[in-house]
């Protein structure tokens, strides 16, 4: 306390004792011996209120104990029902729950993971992926530094993410794996991956790599098949040893007709065999009967041509020529799609022939473009002559509406070289990207489409696009993402479909354990995307004839729906829009597989890894007890004493104002009583 609020409270008192004396001993008519405890309560109930204005400051210090936290996480997919340890984890979650001493030691917080890792709320063991590593990560984010150990209910069996065993060295809390499962070895023939390309063509053969593999200590002998509609398209006798644990198998199979075709690969299982679930998997192709041919027409040797040629052929869909303008105009009729790199004045005749044939074309235009003659010989676009380049970035128009554009990071995308002058198109067009320079957009199309009477063009007018195909590896490790752009302008201008105001985008099969989403657009009849329409989606499936109806929910500038609890089979939809009489149908096929029910065993040797990686132990099922026991009597988890001091103003002391009151009160009473005025 400092001195001058100690004088104060010393000079409050004073005051308030001489208040006291002068009203009931220098000034008092009546002078009885109850004139004291009138004096007293005075001077009490003056000197609190004093003390309420010099209004001093104390220290409160509390003390509070905290329990270290034990996080319990437990596995929920099928695998773990799969190998019939679903009652035995629920029964473990439960001693937990109720043990006293566990829950008098920590505060336990219960989590489950499959997909996603998530506050425990039900078990249903219907997860069809895991991922161990993400819960150690979200663990991390959660309790940091923290001690706070972990009780890792699972079999270990990952189906995707990193490998869990070394993810855990950089952790900072103890993890304690219990394992759910059988940690016997018995003999196991499994199908692995199967790797087919998505597409074949017709009255082609197309290759599928399969690789098998055997846990166990004896030799076996098996049959590899391959079926298609009851038909044996393969079959092979394989053997396999301790010393041959694993084998791939290369195939060629007959694309015969044309649809989505559904195979199965089975391996027989062996006498001794436990689980055949994983002896068996399915794929499916679809097998097309067309394939899009493009001309790319350049005079120039440029890396945009290269770069063109090996994006859309990242799509087996496609394939690319290449040739000068002269010659080109013999075969334009030849190919679905033919792209203009920077046209000359040589290039009239081409020009001519696509329009005879209406020919739908991409072009592209750049520093050697000559616009003078360009502009001469078409009536689409009109790029005004300057003689003069620039370099320009491309701003995505979130109103482009010829199809679904993703946004893969144009804004950031090296600029590309154009010619500098303003863009005037003489019908009407839909722009993709915008010019930008540096914050400033020209508003001038970078990228734009139209369609005049059936026929479709594009139009890319900057050069330097293979810029923007390197700077998207970088950035995502991957040319998909750009090659997928590349594709749907191809697709778009290769097509002949007029165009519609409810547009979808859907896979014609997907996988049992991927994702089933399908996307949609709807524009209104201007084709500019309305945002405020309702769109549904109705499922047939075909065998059983369960209909589902579900709404389409709006992300930026599409309208999307995942349908991943469906059941493997063959589907048909329809996608409409309420109260417009606008729909779409289609048909899509899920194949069957479920990679949880793949594993026999408990991978107790990751398991076992990751405990020791975290300075912990390993666990049986039947070992809850004791885990329970050992966690209590580590030394490393005991609870902390916290203390918290505060500076407490008098004034927030309310027991101080209840006794001035009090005081008052009880000297008027005893004035009044006695007659005092």
């Known amino acids: 306390m400092q001195t001058e609020t100690l004088l104060l409270i010393i000079g409050a008192a004073i005051l308030a004792l001489g208040i006291a004396v002068f009203q009931y001993f220098y000034k008092a008519k009546y002078k009885t011996g109850r004139n004291k405890v009138y004096g007293l309560i005075r001077?009490?109930?003056?000197?609190?209120?004093?003390?309420?204005?010099?209004?001093?400051?104390?220290?409160?210090?509390?003390?509070?104990?905290?329990?270290?936290?034990?996080?319990?996480?437990?596995?929920?997919?099928?695998?773990?029902?799969?190998?019939?340890?679903?009652?035995?984890?629920?029964?473990?979650?439960?001693?937990?729950?109720?043990?006293?001493?566990?829950?008098?030691?920590?505060?336990?917080?219960?989590?489950?993971?499959?997909?996603?890792?998530?506050?425990?709320?039900?078990?249903?063991?219907?997860?069809?992926?895991?991922?161990?590593?993400?819960?150690?990560?979200?663990?991390?984010?959660?309790?940091?530094?923290?001690?706070?150990?972990?009780?890792?209910?699972?079999?270990?069996?990952?189906?995707?993410?990193?490998?869990y065993q070394y993810t855990s060295k950089n952790l900072n809390q103890q993890i304690y794996p219990v394992v759910l499962g059988d940690t016997v070895t018995y003999d196991d023939l499994k199908l692995g991956q199967v790797n087919v390309n998505r597409y074949a063509y017709i009255n082609n053969k197309f290759p599928v790599e399969i690789f098998a593999s055997y846990n166990g200590n004896n030799t076996v002998n098996s049959q590899l098949t391959v079926t298609s509609g009851g038909k044996v398209l393969h079959s092979e006798r394989v053997a396999f040893s301790p010393q041959r644990k694993s084998q791939v198998f290369n195939l060629l199979l007959p694309a015969t007709s044309v649809g989505v075709r559904q195979y199965s690969v089975q391996l027989t299982a062996t006498a001794s065999e436990k689980n055949t679930k994983n002896n068996s998997k399915n794929f499916a192709i679809e097998v097309i009967d067309q394939k899009t041919n493009v001309l790319i027409v350049s005079n120039i040797v440029h890396p945009d041509v290269g770069m063109l040629k090996k994006?859309?052929?990242?799509?087996?869909?496609?394939?690319?020529?290449?040739?000068?303008?002269?010659?080109?105009?013999?075969?334009?009729?030849?190919?679905?799609?033919?792209?203009?790199?920077?046209?000359?004045?040589?290039?009239?005749?081409?020009?001519?022939?696509?329009?005879?044939?209406?020919?739908?074309?991409?072009?592209?235009?750049?520093?050697?473009?000559?616009?003078?003659?360009?502009?001469?010989?078409?009536?689409?676009?009109?790029?005004?002559?300057?003689?003069?380049?620039?370099?320009?970035?491309?701003?995505?128009?979130?109103?482009?509406?010829?199809?679904?554009?993703?946004?893969?990071?144009?804004?950031?995308?090296?600029?590309?070289?154009?010619?500098?002058?303003?863009?005037?198109?003489?019908?009407?067009?839909?722009?993709?990207?915008?010019?930008?320079?540096?914050?400033?957009?020209?508003?001038?199309?970078?990228?734009?489409?139209?369609?005049?009477?059936?026929?479709?063009?594009?139009?890319?007018?900057?050069?330097?696009?293979?810029?923007?195909?390197?700077?998207?590896?970088?950035?995502?490790?991957?040319?998909?993402?750009?090659?997928?752009?590349?594709?749907?302008?191809?697709?778009?201008?290769?097509?002949?479909?007029?165009?519609?105001?409810?547009?979808?985008?859907?896979?014609?099969?997907?996988?049992?354990?991927?994702?089933?989403?399908?996307?949609?657009?709807?524009?209104?009849?201007?084709?500019?995307?309305?945002?405020?329409?309702?769109?549904?989606?109705?499922v047939i499936h075909e065998d059983t004839k369960k209909v589902t109806d579900i709404p389409l929910l709006l992300k930026k500038n599409t309208y999307q729906v995942a349908m991943n609890n469906l059941e493997p089979g063959n589907y048909k939809f329809t996608v409409s829009v309420v109260d417009q009489g606008l729909a779409r149908s289609g048909s899509f096929t899920i194949i069957p597989f479920d990679i949880e029910q793949q594993f026999l065993n408990a991978n107790v040797t990751d398991l076992r890894a990751l405990a020791s990686n975290t300075e912990a132990a390993l666990y049986t099922s039947a070992m809850g007890d004791q885990l329970i026991d050992n966690l209590v009597r580590d030394t490393r988890y005991k609870p902390v004493q916290k203390s918290t001091e505060k500076i407490v103003p008098l004034i927030d002391w309310k027991w101080l104002l209840f006794m001035i009151a009090s005081l008052l009160s009880i000297e008027w009473f005893m004035r009044k009583y006695n007659g005092l005025t």
């Not at 937990?96 to 506050?119: H, M």
């Not at 063991?125 to 890792?152: C, M, R, W």
């Not at 369609?451 to 050069?463: F, M, P």
């Not at 998909?480 to 165009?499: G, P, R, T, W």
């Open 43 to 163: 001077f009490l109930s003056v000197f609190g209120l004093l003390l309420l204005l010099i209004n001093p400051t104390y220290k409160q210090v509390t003390y509070v104990t905290v329990k270290p936290s034990l996080a319990v996480a437990l596995d929920n997919t099928s695998s773990i029902k799969h190998l019939g340890y679903d009652d035995e984890s629920e029964d473990l979650v439960s001693r937990f729950r109720e043990s006293e001493s566990l829950n008098n030691t920590f505060d336990v917080q219960y989590y489950s993971f499959g997909q996603e890792f998530k506050r425990l709320d039900t078990l249903d063991f219907k997860e069809k992926q895991t991922s161990i590593s993400n819960v150690l990560h979200s663990l991390e984010d959660i309790y940091g530094t923290e001690i706070a150990p972990v009780i890792l209910l699972t079999d270990g069996n990952q189906t995707y993410g990193e490998a």
């Open 311 to 538: 994006s859309i052929e990242s799509n087996r869909l496609r394939t690319v020529t290449f040739s000068n303008a002269v010659e080109s105009i013999s075969k334009l009729n030849d190919y679905e799609l033919v792209i203009l790199y920077q046209p000359d004045a040589s290039f009239k005749s081409v020009y001519d022939q696509l329009d005879g044939l209406s020919k739908n074309s991409i072009t592209i235009g750049g520093a050697n473009t000559e616009w003078n003659a360009v502009n001469t010989f078409q009536n689409t676009i009109n790029q005004e002559v300057t003689g003069q380049q620039e370099e320009v970035q491309g701003a995505l128009n979130v109103n482009f509406s010829a199809f679904v554009i993703e946004d893969i990071g144009f804004a950031d995308f090296p600029p590309l070289k154009t010619s500098f002058g303003d863009v005037n198109f003489k019908t009407e067009v839909d722009v993709a990207l915008t010019q930008t320079i540096g914050s400033f957009n020209t508003e001038n199309p970078l990228i734009a489409t139209t369609d005049t009477n059936g026929q479709r063009e594009v139009y890319i007018l900057g050069e330097g696009l293979w810029r923007w195909r390197a700077q998207s590896f970088i950035d995502n490790s991957s040319f998909e993402k750009f090659d997928n752009f590349i594709d749907n302008l191809v697709q778009y201008a290769a097509s002949n479909k007029k165009k519609s105001r409810l547009n979808i985008d859907y896979d014609s099969f997907y996988y049992g354990n991927g994702d089933v989403t399908l996307y949609a657009q709807y524009f209104d009849k201007n084709y500019t995307f309305d945002s405020r329409a309702r769109l549904s989606i109705r």
